[in-house]
């Protein structure tokens, strides 16, 4: 009941930066937290940010200091700013976003994943 829509990845250098989009749509009352977590091949899925609905944050140490993540409550939309990207930081980032629906009912959601390769 609930879709992301993610955008924002892709190839770039090392060094270089992306910014990573989500959108949230559905039957929405309330979005909490909101986050982008982040799997490479072989490995699990990682938190990489998230912000909740006071805009605390949270990082991984891998990325604090390079990665910025921001949200529009307005349009229940979530970013990733990255930066200094490196090779490492390569993955599929996905999206999560959770909340209540109009039903009350307690709902969290994945985003389908966007590609982001860092390589020279």
């Known amino acids: 009941q609930v879709q992301l829509v993610e955008s924002g990845g892709g190839l770039v250098q090392p060094g270089g930066s992306l910014r990573l989009s989500c959108a949230a749509s559905g039957n929405i009352f309330i979005i909490t937290t909101m986050g982008w977590y982040r799997q490479a091949p072989g490995n699990e899925r990682e938190l990489v940010a998230r912000?909740?609905?006071?805009?605390?944050?949270k990082y991984a140490e891998s990325v604090k200091g390079r990665f910025t993540i921001s949200r529009d409550n307005a349009k229940n939309m979530v970013y990733l700013q990255m930066n200094s990207l490196k090779p490492e930081d390569s993955a599929v980032y996905y999206c999560n976003v959770n909340g209540r629906l109009r039903s009350e009912q307690g709902f969290g959601s994945w985003g389908q994943g966007t590609q982001v390769t860092v390589s020279s």
């Open positions: 912000i909740t609905g006071s805009a605390t944050t």
